[in-house]
């Protein structure tokens, strides 16, 4: 070797002996003095470490015990060995090649202080602008062959809160391999680690850094999250206590020319035993939370972002609600399953075929028994895309609700929800949401707090389809069993502007169910009853209603507190019934009523059977009059109705029946002036009958009534109890036949009343303070003819403005009359039989002291012997009478012209005979007074003379009344002779005892000629 290449050899030996002893000596103990002072200087980083170890041939260095200081002085990184191994060889290839870079122990602490300030802060870059960097890419690539950290930690404290947020990351364990910024170079890494709040982080996966690529697996295992949320949501109403979190998330990012690429496979969440408070009260509670099988895309470049999510299933399982302290609730599971989705910047769809939810179940804070349960709710094929959402399907599975209904008459359910707010109307959005089919099964309602429990059962609704756009109309069909009741519904709805129209079905066999609900006002008993009805129903947009109905009410029955039979019936059946609010109307048509039956019982007291039924009120506020309704009636008909009528208020009871009852009612209009017609038929008791007919304005029945009722053959013997109350004789014999006719017009009733009495016979006496104090026996006999026949008119008036108008009192008040006006003027009925002026038939006219009848007095013999044929019960008694002034003067007269005549007949002169028999009778001085008397002018005028001196001869004579009442009885003879030889039974006659009777035109003496029976 030449002396050349040995000191090139030297030369060389020493440069790399001198590299290697700054490399390896120099190096390692100049980098702890200067490294840490540089860049606290210049950088304000306090950086520091123990010593150094570099191998200047491998350019492998290390750095032991490595500690980074903040700015407050504090530790906030601590490595125990830092090693990097750096290929210097592969500058060559333009490659910085990092064989090696390994972090021992590392421990990191981030810190924000009280005043909230991050204690690496001053690490961070400044926000202050920098110059443009070429966009050149450069040539020079990095490769890192292989990177460890081992057993790290990571402390994170907060001091800024009210209580000091704490926690840490440890056995954190990572390793990446070929990390290259070659294109299409892929390296792998991989991440673990533990913490005080959670049990596993996990991550493993590849990376490639030209083109940026990121994929793997990153694993969260049982994360305790009470901390994380007191530390991020300690100013929230609501507190966390307890929750876990699991999260597998298989990922892949893309990052390059074409832009920005994430997408999901087969990731999910799970969040087990959730326990969320509000104000400090339970709000809600889950065993487990879940959204699994995610599969997602998310791509964003210059021209805009787009998400798409292939699959996704959501799972819940266990939870509970409460709400402001009222309610509580409990969901056993919700599912949604395969949701998917496209979202765009300009654009939106998503879909969720299936969305369950089981199990759920509300109830009042504090009570274990629900008012409100649902065993499934089912959602099937949800679209959502742009402004649309669209379902095929909802589905409510056995829905159950209780309610109580409060003595204010309000709901409890209404009070445990907050008081509704006005809604501010909001601008209309072009949103459309459609739900093809709303299917509800099985459902169940209770209310309960009223007189009954109400329940709606095996209930039933169908509804499609259900649209955001209210203009259209949604068809449905709901069916249910109410109370028992079988009801059906379907119609039509439109929410806006608001119409139904339908067809409602209702069968329920068991009326009396709602009998507690009359107590208020009825105190009888419904004891059966059913309905069947169908309607059809419009209800426009102001809510006015329309309905035509046809109805069945069967078998009703009501008893009275005793339980005895009141009122029922078999069918009240109705073919139509229109009814509408706007302008009200009613108009029934074809109303059939059969076998209706009807109980009356006046009692003792005179209260009635029906009267006690209803408790009296203290509202007597007259109604107000308003104009006719539009009210009508069209048709009505009875069949075979039936009536029971008792009277205990009579000294005798009194009791009957009515049957057989039919008849029809035409139409009754309240607002026409056509009148309705009335024709009713039926029986009484068991030869009875009865019709009622005739017509009247339903609206104005004070001035339009024209009715008639007809009795015929009616048993007399069973209304002793009414004769002996009123007229005080029970009636042992006799039928009655009654034909009434009733007209009112201008409030003003007129009545004639026929009545026709067969033999009808008196039986025994009755006492009662109300019965008539009339010759009951007198009058009957004067009604009743040869054949036992009673013919009675009866006319009767009424005004009804009289506040005193009683029906009743007028016809007893015009019975009263006639009876009196019989009884008391006889006669003038009598002669109205023979169509002579009965009033003269009073009395025989006689002339004064004459017992012989007048010729003129014959013809009323024939007239007494017709009536006695025409009223066999009666006879004639004539009372003998007299007038003592008239009778006595007339016997005076006879007396002295009996005696002046036997004087003439013995040859005595007229003027002698007086003049002897007035000096016998008076004094010689009376009849020279006289005498004078009638002397003028010296001349005595004999005529004058004699004839006062007769005068006061008659008035001489003394008249005995035994001889006037001879007189009477002589009259009376004469005139019974009289009647006698006219053809009048002796036994028909008979005298009475002498009277002092009346002067008929000043002259005639009356013989009183009454009827007796």
């Known amino acids: 070797m030449g002396p050349f290449y040995q000191r090139l050899s030297l030369w060389i030996g020493g440069i790399i002996a001198g590299y290697a002893l700054v490399g390896a000596l120099f190096l390692p ?19 520091d470490f123990s010593h150094a170890r570099f191998n200047p041939f491998t350019f492998a260095l290390s750095l032991h015990d ?35 870079l390994r972090i021992e122990n590392p421990r990191v602490f981030i810190t924000i202080t009280t005043q909230g300030r991050l204690n690496l802060a001053h690490l961070l870059p400044s926000s202050s602008p920098k110059e443009k960097t070429s966009s050149s890419s450069s040539s020079v690539h990095f490769l890192l062959k292989h990177f460890h950290l081992k057993e790290g930690s990571l402390t994170y404290t907060d001091a800024s809160k009210a209580e000091v947020f704490s926690t840490t990351l440890g056995g954190l364990n990572y390793t990446a391999q070929d990390l290259s910024t070659k294109r299409g170079a892929i390296g792998a890494q991989q991440f673990d680690g533990v913490g005080s709040l959670l049990d596993e982080l996990g991550w493993e996966g590849g990376v490639s850094l030209n083109p940026f690529k990121l994929y793997g697996n990153a694993r969260l295992e049982n994360a305790r999250l009470k901390a994380f ?8 109403l609501y507190t966390l206590t307890n929750a876990r979190a699991t999260l597998e998330l298989p990922y892949l990012v893309t990052w390059g020319e074409e832009g920005l690429h994430v997408s999901l496979d087969g990731a999910k969440l799970e969040l087990r035993d959730v326990a969320l408070l509000e104000r400090g009260q339970p709000f809600f509670n889950a065993s487990g939370l879940g959204i699994s099988n995610v599969r997602a895309n998310f791509d964003m470049n210059k021209e805009g972002w787009k998400g798409v999510l292939g699959q996704a299933d959501f799972d819940a399982s266990t939870l509970a609600f409460s709400y402001a302290n009222t309610l509580h609730a409990k969901l056993n599971a919700i599912a949604l399953r395969n949701m998917q989705g496209v979202f765009k910047s300009q654009h939106v769809f998503a879909t969720l075929p299936l969305a369950r939810m089981e199990g759920f179940w509300i109830a009042k804070t504090g009570e274990d028994t629900p008012f409100g349960t649902l065993k499934t709710l089912h959602v099937t094929d949800i679209t959502f895309q742009e402004e649309a959402l669209h379902v095929k399907n909802i589905g409510l599975d056995a829905p159950f609700v209780q309610a109580t209904l409060l003595e204010e008459g309000t709901l409890d359910l209404a009070h445990l929800l907050p008081p509704s707010k006005e809604e501010q109307e909001t601008p209309k959005s072009p949103f459309l949401a459609q739900v093809e089919t709303l299917q509800l099964k099985e459902g169940k309602a209770v209310l309960l707090g009223g007189p009954q429990t109400h329940r709606l059962e095996e209930l039933s ?23 028992g009741a079988e009801v059906v519904n379907t119609g039509t709805l439109h929410v806006s502007p608001f119409n139904a129209q339908g067809m409602f079905t209702l069968s329920h066999p068991n009326l009396p169910y709602y009998a507690p609900y009359l107590k208020p006002f009825f105190r009888g008993a419904f004891t059966s009853g059913s309905l069947e009805l169908q309607s059809s129903y419009a209800v426009k947009e102001d809510f006015s209603l329309h309905t035509t109905s046809a109805f069945n009410l069967k078998n009703i029955a009501i008893s009275d507190r005793a339980n005895t039979p009141l009122v029922r019936w078999k069918n009240l059946g109705v073919k139509a019934l229109e009814f509408q609010t706007h302008p009200f109307a009613l108009h029934v048509k074809d109303v059939a009523l059969l076998e209706p039956y009807a109980s009356l019982h006046i009692r003792s007291d ?20 308003s104009a006719p309704a539009d009210v009508t009636l069209s048709r009505f008909g009875l069949e075979k109705g039936s009536m029971d009528f008792k009277d205990d208020s009579l000294p005798l009871p009194f009791a009957t029946q009515i049957h057989s009852l039919k008849g029809t009612l035409s139409t009754l209009n309240f607002t026409s002036t056509q009148p309705s017609k009335l024709a009713l038929t039926g029986a009484v008791d068991r030869y009875g009958y009865v019709q009622i007919d005739g017509e009247m304005l339903p609206f104005d029945l004070a001035n339009h009534i024209d009715i008639g009722v007809l009795f015929k053959n009616i048993d007399l013997t069973r209304l002793s109890p009414y004769s002996g109350k009123f007229v005080g004789y029970a009636i042992s014999d006799g039928r009655l036949d009654l034909d009434l006719g009733y007209k009112v017009r201008q409030k003003s009733l007129q009545g004639n009343n026929t009545i026709v009495l067969q033999t009808l016979t008196l039986g025994e006496r009755i006492e009662s303070p109300e019965a008539l104090n009339l010759p009951l026996n007198l009058a009957i006999a004067l009604l009743k003819d040869r054949n036992g026949r009673i013919d009675l008119n009866l006319p009767v008036h009424g005004d009804l403005n009289d506040p005193q108008f009683s029906y009743g009192a007028i016809i007893w008040r015009a019975l009263t009359n006639v009876l009196t006006n019989i009884v008391t003027s006889p006669f003038r009925l009598l002669g109205s039989l023979l169509g002579i ?42 009372t003998g009478t007299y007038h003592a002034a008239r009778d006595t003067a007339a016997l005076q007269h006879t007396a002295a012209m009996a005696r002046i005549e036997a004087e003439l007949k013995k040859g005595k002169a007229y003027e002698e005979i007086l003049s002897a028999w007035f000096h016998e009778t008076f004094s010689k001085e009376t009849y020279e007074a006289l005498q004078k008397t009638h002397t003028k002018e010296g001349k005595l005028d004999l005529a004058l003379f004699h004839e006062a001196l007769l005068a006061a001869l008659k008035k001489s004579i003394l008249v005995l009344e035994q001889e006037l009442h001879a007189l ?12 006698k030889k006219a053809g009048v039974a002796p036994e028909k006659l008979g005298i009475q005892a002498p009277e002092e009777g009346k002067v008929k035109s000043d002259r005639w003496i009356e013989t009183v000629v009454e009827v007796g029976a």
């Not at 949320?229 to 929230?236: F, G, K, P, V």
């Open 29 to 47: 103990l100049l980098l702890p003095v200067f490294l840490p002072s540089y860049l606290a200087k210049n950088h304000h980083i306090y950086f």
């Open 461 to 483: 609704l169908e509804a499609s389809p259900l649209l955001s756009d209210f203009s259209k109309p949604i068809a449905y069909t709901l069916k249910a069993l109410a109370d």
């Open 968 to 979: 009477a009885n002589a009259r009376a003879q004469a005139l019974a002779e009289a009647l």
């Open 229 to 236: 949320w007191d530390y991020l949501l300690h100013d929230s």
């Open 837 to 878: 002026d009965g009033e003269t038939l009073k009395a025989i006219d006689f002339d004064a002291g004459v017992t012989t009848l007048l010729p003129s007095e014959e013809e009323k013999m024939v007239h007494y012997r017709k009536i006695l044929e025409e009223r066999p019960q009666l006879r004639l008694n004539i």
């Open 66 to 100: 490595v500690r980074l200081d903040d700015q407050y002085g504090a530790t906030a990184l601590r490595i125990e060995t830092l090693f990097v191994d750096v290929n210097p060889t592969a500058l060559a290839t333009k490659t910085v090649v990092v064989e090696a």
């Open 606 to 625: 005179m209260s009635t059977n029906i009267g006690e039924l209803f408790p009296e009120t203290s509202d007597q506020t007259p109604a107000e009059k």
